[in-house]
Nanobody, 122 residues
């Protein structure tokens, strides 16, 4: 089992950058593929990015490709999401998730954090 805690959300101006972190508990972090999802009020949770257990492969949603970068530090049990060129449409709650294999669907992940709010002002 793994517990996840996101941090780094906040208010940023359009065009700005923000880095989210997801701290994982337990000694088996490196066994898990990790993902970032986001959810706007009244909408379904949508895929943002995912990374394999080694960090060797990453996958992105078209809406963030080229602007966001997912990375992990297995020595620190931490997942990151570097977000650049933010726009107001990126204003949502961001969640990190973990499971044994990568996936793009919410149902692909068993473990979830509580979320962190990102607000982009125009």
């Amino acid at each position: 089992q793994v517990q996840l805690v996101e941090s780094g959300g906040g208010l940023v101006q359009a065009g700005g950058s923000l880095r989210l972190s997801c701290a994982a508990s337990g000694r088996t972090f490196s066994r898990y593929a990790m993902g970032w999802f986001r959810q706007a009020p009244g909408k379904e949770r949508e895929f943002v990015a995912t990374v394999t257990w080694s960090g060797g492969s990453t996958y992105y949603a078209d809406s963030v490709e080229g602007r966001f970068t997912i990375a992990r530090d297995n020595a620190k049990n931490t997942l990151y999401l570097q977000m650049t060129r933010l726009n107001p449409e990126d204003t949502v709650v961001y969640y990190c998730a973990a499971d044994l294999t990568v996936g793009r669907r919410e149902t692909d992940y068993k473990y979830w954090g509580q979320g962190t709010q990102v607000t982009v002002s125009s």
